[in-house]
């Protein structure tokens, strides 16, 4: 592990986090913070701060490390739990329901996937627009409630 990575590493540790996932944010967090394509992705010292907080800490509990934010204000989560390593946006409007089903999306199988998708224009930069650009794409995903002229999607296209 990255020396600078101590303090982010440390407190992980503290806090009984899965030896994988350490490893895994040890291996791809840089001190500052970056954006690709609108979305920012948080260096270890705002990744550090975050989780210190009382909504951090509840984040990890569920299995999730905040990892930056789109434009908007949507949350970009990095899974530490089921479906380890992925990455998805949370809708800023649902940031604390407890079911994560309908108010987020997995945009990719991984880090190094998410930064590529995003540099490349792949993925959309918040959770309305990746879902609306998901469906346009995958029609079989449409749910009963997500017509194409739904209130979200109408507000998408003005």
């Given at each position: 592990m990255k020396p600078q990575k101590g303090r982010l590493v440390q407190y992980l540790l503290e806090?009984?986090?899965?030896?994988?996932?350490?490893?895994?944010?040890?291996?791809?967090?840089?001190?500052?913070?970056?954006?690709?394509?609108?979305?920012?992705?948080?260096?270890?010292?705002?990744v550090l701060n975050d989780l210190q907080t009382e909504e951090g800490n509840n984040w990890v509990r569920k299995g999730y490390v905040p990892i930056g934010s789109c434009p908007n204000g949507d949350l970009v989560l990095l899974d530490i739990g089921e479906a380890f390593g992925s990455v998805r946006y949370v809708s800023h409007e649902t940031f604390y329901d407890e079911e994560l089903a309908d108010s987020s999306i997995v945009v990719a199988a991984s880090l190094g996937e998410f930064a590529h998708k995003l540099e490349n224009q792949e993925t959309a930069s918040c959770f309305f627009e990746e879902r609306w650009r998901s469906r346009a794409v995958n029609p079989e995903k449409d749910e009963p409630g997500d017509a194409p002229n739904s209130p979200v999607d109408r507000d998408l296209e003005s």
């Open positions: 806090r009984k986090i899965e030896p994988r996932a350490i490893e895994l944010i040890a291996k791809h967090f840089v001190l500052n913070s970056v954006t690709i394509s609108g979305v920012e992705i948080s260096g270890e010292f705002w």
